[in-house]
């Protein structure tokens, strides 16, 4: 089961790698094919606007990774909740804002 439960905090992890990847370093080139809804010219002139969520997103992964990092199981548990909290929080945000297609990922 602790293996099960590494594997998709990792997952979660990689995830967000992407996402940090895509808002902060790849928006004008593959932002417009991933985000459909809005228009071409817009990723331009919001590309640092994008790496602001794009460095949250990295700041997510990187607490998920510390939480593989850590041997004792107790403070493992404790820290993986509370960065998988902190990504069901912003996932239900951004459902409710953005879209609903956010939960899904």
Do not use: Q
């Not at 548990?77 to 899904?104: E, K, M, N, P, Q």
Request: aromatic share 14%; glycine share 10%; hydrophobic share 55%.
């Amino acid at each position: 089961m602790a293996l099960l439960s590494n594997f998709l905090v990792g997952l979660v992890a990689v995830v967000h790698l992407y996402i940090l990847w895509l808002e902060m370093f790849a928006w004008t080139t593959r932002g417009p094919k991933t985000f459909r809804s809005l228009r071409p010219e817009l990723f331009e002139s919001t590309k640092v606007l994008a790496a602001n969520p794009g460095l949250y997103n990295g700041f997510l992964a990187a607490g998920l990774g510390w939480a593989l990092l850590i041997s004792d199981p107790a403070w493992h548990r404790y820290v993986a909740s509370f960065f998988l909290g902190c990504v069901a929080v912003a996932g239900l945000y951004g459902a409710a804002t953005a879209g609903g297609r956010i939960l899904l990922v």
